[in-house]
């Protein structure tokens, strides 16, 4: 018992030691480490519909995946001045101001949702957008003192079959090789540019990858294997690095997984609307046990206050980390800041949805977008304390 006792001490001593000198969060057993050695208990939210829109986020019930929304917003307003929206949107969305009140409300943690096409052309020129306001983020959220965790959302091709993830209504990435090639590219660039970062909590390789519907037979077995030829390239460029690995049929299922196939491994499910006693996460629980490996609950919440702090309280009994979904929304009380609905938006909803072929006057499309982009700044919006107090944070002033 004793020498077990030592060795055990002595590996201990060896993973402090290796977090130390790397100064990045490494995973310790079931745990997430920082640094110094302490266990990192993640309590994360989701900066969503910034640089990945998602059709619901807009109150668009047709015009859903981002392809779809982007098309919207230039009949809406033209190409030229839908250019100058999406610019003016994405620098508002999320600000400073924005990380320095997500900190200060008690959260240690932002994930934050990226698609493809904002870093690289289809031809994997890595150049876009995305990059400058990545960058500025992670300069914010290391001033702040907040961890980030980087997630493809919507990955070449598709990987989830779902609007969500920009494809065409199936996961091509795992069908085509030149798709999940710029996937592999992408992930490496990003590790590249940002190797040895303190601020990444971790690469979170794929959202909500194969959905249930799709052939899972054929595509599951492609998930590791995949995941395996990521975290290789992602090594190479940033070696220290936590890669967490999302399960599949909308992260619900890590049946398809065996052992951990490489050191600093961590592995995400998302759960929504879900049984908040210990059933609803017992098969997650077993593979956690069984492999001895970390557990986060990367994707939650859009419910009540009440099933928030439910859930919430049973997977810290657990000692798993979360990240609620979303950060920011229009007009709804299940999310940290709501969003107000301007004038004339349902019109503007009708339009994009299809709804109605008559365009909305100029008047009211630029009353509408104006207000939009104004609502959007943390001061304009209206801050939802009691969602706040439901995550155990900061309550109302």
Partial sequence: MRLLLAVWVALLSLVVSAAAETGLVRTQGKHFVTPDGKVLHIKGISLGNWLMPEGYMFKFEVAKAPRQIYGAFERLLGAERAASFWAEYRDRYIAEDDIRFIKS??????????????????????????????????????????????????????????????????????????????????????????????????YDVLNEPIAPYHDVATLNPRLE???RRVTEAIRAVDPGRIVILAAGQWSSSFDMFGPPFAENLAYTYHSFWASTKRDSIQRHLNFSNRYNVPLFLGETGELTDEWNERFRKLHEMHGIG????????????????SIARPDGWNEIVAFADGRTKVKPSDDVIQRATTQYLDSMRLPNATIRWSYLQSLGLKAAP
Avoid: C
Wanted: no cysteine.
């Fill in 225 to 227: 294997p995949f995941y």
């Fill in 322 to 337: 979360w990240s609620f979904w979303t950060y920011k929304n229009l007009d709804t009380p299940s999310t940290v800041v």
């Fill in 105 to 202: 409300v008690g959260f240690n943690t932002v994930r934050i949702p990226l698609h493809w096409a904002l870093f690289t052309t289809a031809d994997g020129t890595m150049t876009g957008p995305g990059w400058a306001l990545l960058d500025r983020v992670l300069g914010w959220a290391r001033a702040a003192g907040l961890y980030a965790i980087l997630d493809i959302h919507a990955a070449p091709g598709g990987q989830t079959g779902i609007n969500h993830d920009d494809g065409p209504g199936y996961p091509l990435m795992f069908y085509v090789p030149r798709h999940r090639d710029l996937t592999v590219a992408l992930w490496q660039a990003i590790a590249r540019r940002y190797t040895g970062n303190p601020e990444i909590l971790g």
